[in-house]
């Protein structure tokens, strides 16, 4: 670890950054450039106390979940990722096998849907980010790792993952789900993909009986309902769109036409309050 270095790593890149590039309300003056250090321990969910001693060469070493937070808080690039996980003292993530690293520009494009729920999540269906609304709807699934991150493998062993959907909708979810699935095992080709599957094969006959038909169907556009506890039904139309390149996807869910959805949304969103974790999608 090079805290020396790490700390003005840290310090340049904070000051590069304006409040409107991370999707926060400016301000008429400042007396310094760039972002505030409070806002930076807020974007990356950590104390303002430990960030500062971060810039400060007094804190200890950070982990790599830290390091994570703060790559997505000062939006750099992949080659800034690695050279922040070196400065820490710790190997960067194995680019051929990691697929956590949001890009900038998908980040900036989160940062401007404000007014409807939308995520970045891996073509596996694990969540990396999500803005405040979908945390309402959804509940936070950012720290959920392993299989039980991806929402297909919570589908189909975690009988909770589908207390938010009308039980008439849980057989169409399962469909897509699998199909959905398949067409990024095979697009990826890798062994975490391949993992998931075998899991998925031993733990849940539904899923077996539903591989075996084949189907295969990028998720792209669809209805989508959500029995919320707090404001009542949700219909959203919702559309994934896939980076192929990074295998990441932005889900944006807009409100249904003709449905009570953005007044329900709107409440949502005044009251603060995000939902009891509920692994849906």
């Not at 400016?26 to 104390?47: I, K, N, Q, Y």
């Not at 899991?199 to 998720?219: I, K, T, Y």
């Not at 139309?237 to 959805?261: H, K, N, V, W, Y």
Request: aromatic share 4%.
């Amino acid at each position: 670890m090079d805290p020396k270095q790490l700390a003005d790593f840290l310090r340049v890149r904070r000051e590069a950054l304006d409040p409107g590039d991370v999707g926060l309300p400016g301000t008429r003056r400042r007396r310094t450039p760039g972002l505030r250090r409070e806002e930076v321990a807020h974007l990356a969910d950590m104390s303002t106390d430990y960030y500062t001693r971060l810039e400060q060469d007094r804190a200890p070493q950070p982990s790599p979940d830290m390091l994570r937070a703060i790559t997505r808080a000062l939006r750099l690039t992949l080659d800034e990722r690695d050279h922040l996980f070196r400065l820490a003292g710790h190997p960067p993530p194995d680019r051929s096998s990691s697929d956590d690293h949001v890009s900038p520009s998908l980040l900036a494009a989160l940062d401007r849907l404000s007014d409807v729920p939308a995520q970045v999540m891996t073509d596996l269906g694990a969540t990396l980010v999500q803005n405040g609304l979908a945390r309402s709807v959804f509940g936070d699934l950012t720290a959920l790792r392993g299989p039980t991150g991806t929402v297909v493998y919570r589908w189909f062993t975690d009988p909770g993952a589908r207390a938010g959907y009308p039980v008439q909708d849980h057989a169409t979810e399962s469909r897509a789900l699998v199909a959905d699935l398949r067409a990024a095992v095979v697009r990826r080709d890798d062994a975490q993909a391949k993992d998931l599957v075998k899991r998925l094969l031993r733990a849940s006959p539904e899923f077996e009986a539903l591989w075996r038909l084949h189907a295969v169907g990028v998720m792209r556009g669809r209805r989508k309902r959500i029995q919320h506890p707090e404001v009542g039904l949700l219909q959203f139309d919702c559309q994934m769109l896939l980076d192929e390149e990074r295998t990441q996807i932005l889900a944006l869910f807009s409100p249904a036409p003709g449905t009570p959805t953005a007044e329900r949304l709107s409440l949502l969103g005044s009251l603060g309050l995000p939902a009891a974790q509920r692994p849906t999608r």
